[in-house]
């Protein structure tokens, strides 16, 4: 008896596969979320014929150390100067200091340090299932001196999204710039069965104004093609390299093809497998069982090869020939070795709406909400994972690989904005320089979506998208959080100290600590109607 194989029914069968996976990943966005409003009078100062930011400490995001104090000079949107006015602990020179006129606004930032914009390279707009809506989102990531975010997945759609990107760069609404990379086959009519297909996918994109591609994976003759034409275009690209698909195409494949950056870990272990081919999976599996997913995970890179060995440097030196990014959102999976940190963080009890706390629960069907049974043997397994995983990103970075900074807030207790500084914190630990990690929060993103000419540091002719910070975030990260970092004052009252006070965005001024006194409030009022105060996980009785 002969056997034939339908290879069409296979494909379907397995595009089927992948659209459940899709649904997954995105049910937060099912829907649309609230657009974001036009931005109100007084929501923003600027931008100024001619402003200049007296006397604070530069930090350039170039590698350079700090210097200062400086006076800082933006005409319209543009850094036109930076002049250095004098020597710490001795009274500035008013002589080197440009001149003001009655058409200039003054900044004053004595004391205080000045960064370069930050590059949030995995940031989602919100979704209406979790709550968050683009107001809530936006001014969430400004207030942590986020200026400029790639949204990869683009799940509420392309108009949506490029509405939003639109009005942002005219800014009309208080919002970073946006990048905008569209899920792979998203708005086409069924799935794409075939090369000539994903083609005329990528070349709607770049019509439309996409400016990007996120796949989750693809069969290698179709995303070879689209990653083709996403080159012809000028489209940019972005994978998850979903278990579904890894053994058909990991890290080293999809680079090959043209890929430009890979996000969280998935598919670089994979890379590295020396005595295997695919993943050691426990043998009753389901990857829509997020609680094998993400355990399973945590085995990953002690599957791969070890560090010095002739597959780790193949893999490494081919990476860094290939001038690839690294998104590696090492925060998004701080909860894996630490759950109770995770969703006891300061910052749930003012910050977190009803519903994204609510979507963040141990649920079966929520993507990211998989604490099903997750206790010490799954935590010690994933801090064992990040150690291995953060020796190869920080190896990556030091041999002059690229590695810029995202959050995927949203998900597992990870909340916009300050999910991004948690990120800082996190490639401090696997061994960066503080000065490292501003690179990689600002220049390294910057140069991954080709504008390292217009943003990414703080140089005359570049856009003015600065960050000002009361304290030195060198010596502590943690004092570009919302919620600040915690001292004790000389009268011995524990007190909070640092948070951003201005974000500056194309030349416009937010004040960093209103826009959190905004979200605040949005969460207060949303609380009082429902009545509702944040609980820990497992407590909340239901009739």
């Known amino acids: 008896m002969v056997f034939r194989v339908d290879f069409s029914c296979f494909l379907r069968i397995f595009l089927l596969i992948i659209s459940c996976f899709l649904f997954s990943h995105a049910t937060a966005f099912a829907q649309l979320p609230q657009s974001a409003p036009d931005r109100a009078a007084g929501e923003g100062d600027g931008p100024f014929d001619r402003l200049i930011i007296r006397g604070g400490i530069l930090i350039s995001g170039t590698g350079a150390p700090p210097t200062g104090p400086v006076d800082i000079v933006i005409e319209g949107n543009r850094i036109t100067n930076i002049v250095t006015v004098g020597y710490p602990g001795v009274p500035v020179s008013e002589q080197r200091r440009p001149q003001a006129d009655e058409n200039t606004r003054e900044l004053d930032a004595a004391g205080m340090y000045i960064l370069p914009g930050f590059v949030d390279m995995h940031g989602h707009m919100g979704g209406s299932a979790q709550g968050t809506t683009a107001e809530y989102v936006f001014k969430l990531w400004l207030a942590h001196g986020i200026t400029t975010v790639r949204d990869p997945g683009s799940y509420n759609g392309l108009e949506w999204s490029l509405s939003h990107k639109e009005r942002s760069a005219r800014n009309e609404i208080t919002a970073p710039r946006l990048h905008v990379y569209l899920s792979f086959g998203r708005g086409h009519d ?140 090492f925060n998004i999976y701080d909860a894996n070795r630490d759950l109770m940190r995770a969703y006891t963080a300061e910052w749930h009890r003012d910050y977190t709406l009803p519903s994204l706390w609510e979507f963040f629960q141990p649920n079966r069907i929520a993507h990211g909400s998989y604490w099903f049974n997750w206790g010490i043997e799954q935590e010690v397994l994933w801090k064992e994972n990040y150690r291995l995983w953060m020796r190869f990103v920080n190896d990556y970075k030091n041999r002059g690989g690229r590695v810029a900074a995202g959050s995927d807030s949203g998900y597992i207790f990870q909340v916009y904005g300050f999910g991004f500084i948690r990120e800082l914190e996190m490639l ?37 998208d600065l960050v000002i910070v009361d304290g030195n975030p060198l010596e502590d990260l943690k004092l570009l959080y919302g919620t600040g970092a915690l001292r004790i004052s000389e009268d011995n009252r524990p007190v909070r100290m640092g948070g951003v006070q201005y974000t500056i965005k194309d030349g416009i001024i937010f004040d960093a600590r209103q826009l959190l006194a905004d979200v605040r409030e949005m969460v207060k009022l949303e609380k009082e109607r429902l009545n509702y105060e944040i609980y820990l996980p497992g407590t909340k009785q239901v009739d």
Do not use: C
């Not at 390299?241 to 680079?255: E, G, I, R």
């Not at 490292?436 to 570049?462: F, N, Y």
């Open 428 to 464: 401090r630990e696997a061994g960066f320089h503080p000065l490292e990690v501003l690179q990689s929060a600002s220049l390294k993103g910057a140069e991954a979506l080709g504008m390292d000419d217009q943003i990414g540091t703080i140089e005359p002719g570049k856009l003015a």
């Open 190 to 329: 069924g799935p794409i069965l075939n090369p000539d297909q994903a083609r005329s996918w990528v070349r709607s994109l770049a019509q439309n104004g996409g400016d990007g591609i996120k796949f989750f994976g693809l069969r290698p003759d179709i995303m070879k093609a689209a990653l083709y034409e996403a080159s012809q275009h000028g489209l940019r690209s972005a994978a998850h390299h979903a278990q579904l698909n890894v053994a058909w195409m990991n890290v080293l494949d999809s680079s090959a093809l043209g890929l430009t950056t890979m996000e969280h870990w998935y598919g670089l272990p994979e890379a590295l497998f020396e005595d295997r081919t695919i993943q050691h999976y426990r043998l009753d599996y389901n990857y829509m069982n997020e609680q094998h997913r993400f355990e399973e995970a945590g085995k990953l890179w002690k599957q791969a090869a070890a560090l010095g060995s002739d597959r780790y440097e193949y893999v490494m030196n081919t990476l860094l020939e290939r001038d690839f990014t690294i998104v590696p959102t």
